[in-house]
Nanobody
């Protein structure tokens, strides 16, 4: 599967952004669990959120819980990350990833395919 993330940009603290990740490939998008990760400058990549293949199970890092919402539209082969109440510490490159085993893991090593990343910058 090929993943294309978009929607990043510059936003003031307290603002919102919606990231999208469009998938393409031979295998059905609905068979993958999907995740969002982020990497800030000088830091390791960290888990943000994950969603099961059906969308019935959602997972969030404590740092974004209550502010971010993950969703997917299997008919459009797209997963979304709605980010509200953004903080400067949310500044990072955000990556979407696909897990072909469907585990909805919080571990980056469990994901098989990665998008190119989209930069989110939150100014104070």
């Amino acid at each position: 599967v090929q993943l294309q993330a978009s929607g990043g940009g510059l936003v003031q603290a307290g603002g919102s952004l919606r990231l999208s990740c469009a998938a393409s490939g031979r295998r059905a998008f609905s068979s993958y669990a999907m995740g969002w990760f982020r990497q800030a400058p000088g830091k390791e990549r960290e888990f943000v959120s994950a969603i099961s293949w059906s969308g019935g199970s959602l997972y969030y890092a404590d740092s974004v819980k209550g502010r971010f919402t993950i969703s997917r539209d299997n008919a459009k082969n797209t997963v979304y990350l709605q980010m509200n109440s953004l903080k400067p510490e949310d500044t990072a490159v955000y990556y979407c990833a696909a897990d072909s085993w469907g585990t909805s893991s919080t571990k980056a090593s469990e994901y098989d395919y990665w998008g190119q990343g989209t930069l989110v910058t939150v100014s104070s």
